[in-house]
């Protein structure tokens, strides 16, 4: 069952911010919300994770709703590079639990 | 962040031999592995947890025989696809588990490439 639920695709102009939303209704209380994304050809790069406080480091902001039943990922300055699917998982976060990959969002920088 | 990286890159194999991909954590241990499956404009299915010393805990559907995997130490999990056909061309992805902290984080390989000819 997929637990979460993103757009299949979106465009961004160079230099914009770039707002990824993510859905995740049933989220356990002990989930924590995680994100990638997969350029062409490559594998899965980690972004962030977050629990329910909003977290940013150098590549991204994580802002999680207060009920934590949606998430936006939030790239400040979208560059061409940028371009890739994102996926936006929940999990438990210890454990050695498994990522479950949804279909993820494609997201295109426009210049 | 933690390094992972994948031996080889690219592989073409004919069909019918067996081929061994090879996964390192290069700056960190990990004492579980993950190994996954990406076929063209779909998304990376998980094929086997692949933990140090122990047997890998296999997905439902994927053949365990036909699909290898060994964790010898903690810094290598090693696929080996045997007897391997054109329909296990794919794009072969493994991650390694970073802990330590308050929570763990997957870090994930480049990714090899097989292609059976």
């Known amino acids: 069952d997929a637990k979460t639920t993103q757009p299949p695709s979106m465009d961004c102009a160079e230099g914009r911010a770039a707002n990824l939303p993510c859905n995740h209704s049933?989220?356990?209380?002990?989930?924590?919300v995680y994100w990638y994304r997969q350029i062409h050809s490559q594998g899965p790069q980690y972004i962030i994770h977050?629990?329910?406080n909003n977290e940013t480091n150098e590549m991204a902001s994580l802002i999680i709703t207060e009920d934590r039943k949606s998430s936006t990922l939030i790239l400040p300055h979208a560059t061409l590079r940028d371009t890739a699917v994102y996926y936006c998982?929940?999990?438990?976060?210890?454990?050695?639990?498994?990522?479950?990959f949804g279909t993820g969002t494609r997201l295109t920088i426009i210049p | 962040g933690a390094v992972v990286s994948q031996h080889p890159s690219r592989v073409i194999c004919k069909s019918g031999t067996s081929v061994k991909i090879e996964c390192r954590s290069l700056?960190?241990?990990?004492?579980?592995m993950f190994w996954y499956r990406q076929f063209p404009k779909q998304s990376l299915m998980l094929m086997a947890t692949?933990?140090?010393?122990?047997?890998?805990?296999?997905e439902q559907g994927v053949e365990k025989d036909k699909f290898l995997i060994n964790h010898a130490s903690l810094t290598l999990s090693t696929l080996t696809v045997t007897s391997a056909h054109p329909e296990d061309s794919s794009f072969y992805i493994c991650?390694?588990?970073?802990?330590?902290?308050?929570?763990?984080?997957?870090?994930f390989g480049p990714g090899t490439r097989l292609t059976v000819l």
């Open positions: 991650s390694a588990e970073a802990g330590g902290g308050a929570t763990d984080t997957q870090y």
């Open positions: 049933t989220i356990s209380g002990n989930e924590y």
């Open positions: 977050g629990l329910k």
């Open positions: 998982i929940v999990r438990v976060a210890v454990g050695n639990e498994k990522l479950t």
């Open positions: 700056d960190f241990q990990a004492t579980t």
């Open positions: 692949s933990n140090e010393g122990s047997k890998a805990t296999y």
